[in-house]
């Protein structure tokens, strides 16, 4: 047996997804935060390619575009008619024609593919399979072709539209992923024909043409939910369910306690470190993370964040790109936090916006306190000292500098830097005016007679 041979993988982003309904290409749509094509491309990287080609349709720049930032040396070619699956991967002949060794068809559409697998396949094709097709065992066969066996070796795949009884039974079904030799691929793909109720050229009259060239046709078998395809909003949404039950089944193996499971909500790149624990209904965008022993309470919405060792956060709190609760620090009810980092021990219990702001450690915010950082065009940072206190209802005008230990009045309005250890107290004087009330209302009260009696 020898090593597997270096890969270039073809993923097909060419379907026009008219069943999504959407101005949006169907590959870019999103599962768990990161669009069907990041996760197939991810897929891919796992497999440590040496080229990647993305095949996308006519007017497929977005998608293109998209497998740029994701990837900057991927190749893109154009399927600039759809003709079918083997019409889709001739489309990327040029890496077929210039690649010393595998090639793997991989679909932007099927977001589950595990590395594990696509490793299982390389393995299979280092054992001496001319080609290996991906197969799972369907609970309800229906439409998908079938994958017809005989002693452990693929004879061939029968589409379901043109299968006899027997071959209906069969509960082996294709995923249409496959891998081959690059350069046997493109030979036998051009000996596919277009000879059927279509008109199209199909990926799977591989098998047959493969064995005509006495090359062994060899099956990996994955779960079914891991070939799980992407064609309309309904099958997005089961997309979704199906990553959620995934994420939080590893955050919990990894050591993480979901009080509720069911309720919260995972993104592609959530990490949660060991003694985690998450309240009910939290929502985790893109690019958070919890560290070991972080507590996050119901109702919280975290993105672009992260919690350090022993931070707490909630119920009812946000968390915006940018931020970090440093160790042992709270984040208490009702407080959004932007682009700050909060010090060891900070904390804001209730009713506050803290944007464009280091806090300290120790430092406390009091309710209802903000930073005005947006002055309608620029955004400027706040700058609060360790051990600082801002008492209730205060508003800090940034850019503005808070030193350690200094205490800033309830309800004050600070535009200028506080020293440390310093007082700061901008209130308008207090007054009171005895018997001022009765007066008034008597005055509103013969206002409103007169008004009544002119009215008629």
């Not at 041979?5 to 599962?31: D, F, N, Q, T």
């Not at 197969?135 to 002693?151: D, H, K, N, S, T």
């Not at 350090?308 to 620090?329: S, W």
């Not at 018997?435 to 409103?448: E, H, N, P, T, Y």
Request: proline share 4%.
């Amino acid at each position: 047996m020898t090593g597997p041979a270096p890969l270039a993988v073809l993923l097909l982003a060419a379907g026009e997804g008219s069943r999504m309904r959407s101005a949006r290409p169907k590959p870019l749509h999103e599962v768990g935060g990161l669009s069907l094509l990041g996760h197939a491309m991810r897929a891919a990287e796992a497999a440590s390619p040496a080229r990647v080609t993305v095949v996308v349709g006519a007017g497929g720049e977005m998608v293109a575009k998209a497998a740029r930032a994701l990837r900057p040396d991927v190749e893109i070619a154009e399927q600039a008619e759809r003709r079918g699956t083997a019409h889709a991967v001739l489309a990327a002949r040029a890496t077929l024609a210039s690649h010393d060794g595998d090639a793997a068809v991989l679909y932007a559409d099927t977001p589950f593919i595990r590395p594990e697998t696509l490793a299982a396949m390389r393995r299979a094709r280092a054992e001496g399979a001319g080609l290996v097709v991906l197969g799972f065992r369907a609970a309800e066969p229906g439409g998908y072709g079938r994958l017809v066996m005989e002693g452990g070796a693929l004879l061939r795949i029968v589409e379901a539209r043109d299968a006899g009884p027997e071959e209906l039974s069969i509960d082996l079904c294709n995923s249409g992923v496959m891998l081959a030799d690059a350069g046997r691929m493109l030979q036998w793909l051009g000996e596919v024909g277009c000879d059927n109720a279509k008109g199209e050229y199909y990926l799977t009259d591989l098998v047959e043409i493969a064995r005509a060239h006495s090359e062994r046709a060899a099956v990996v078998e994955c779960p079914e939910a891991e070939t799980l395809g992407v064609n309309s909003r309904a099958d997005l949404a089961a997309a979704e369910a199906a990553f959620q039950a995934l994420a939080r089944a590893a955050a919990m193996a990894g050591g993480a306690t979901l009080i509720a499971p069911e309720t919260v909500w995972f993104s592609h790149d959530t990490a949660l470190g060991r003694d985690v624990t998450v309240g009910p209904n939290v929502w985790f965008g893109p690019g958070a993370s919890v560290a070991d022993g972080a507590t996050v309470h119901a109702f919280c919405h975290i993105e672009g964040a992260r919690l350090e060792e022993g931070a707490e956060v909630g119920p009812f709190a946000r968390l915006r790109p940018g931020t970090v609760i440093g160790p042992g620090a709270k984040i208490g009810d009702f407080v959004e936090v932007k682009n700050a980092v909060f010090g060891a021990g900070a904390k804001a219990n209730h009713l506050a916006y803290i944007g464009d702001a280091s806090v300290g450690a120790g430092a406390n915010i009091g309710a209802g306190a903000i930073t005005c950082n947006y002055d309608g065009v620029m955004k400027h940072r706040t700058e609060i000292g360790a051990g600082a206190f801002i008492g209730t209802n205060a508003s800090l005008v940034a850019p503005l500098s808070v030193g350690e230990g200094a205490y800033v009045a309830s309800g004050s309005v600070i535009t200028k830097d506080v020293e440390p250890d310093a007082l700061a107290i901008a209130r308008a004087p207090e007054t009171q005016r005895r018997g001022f009330v009765a007066k008034f209302r008597s005055i509103l009260q013969a206002r409103k007679a007169a008004a009544k009696k002119e009215s008629g």
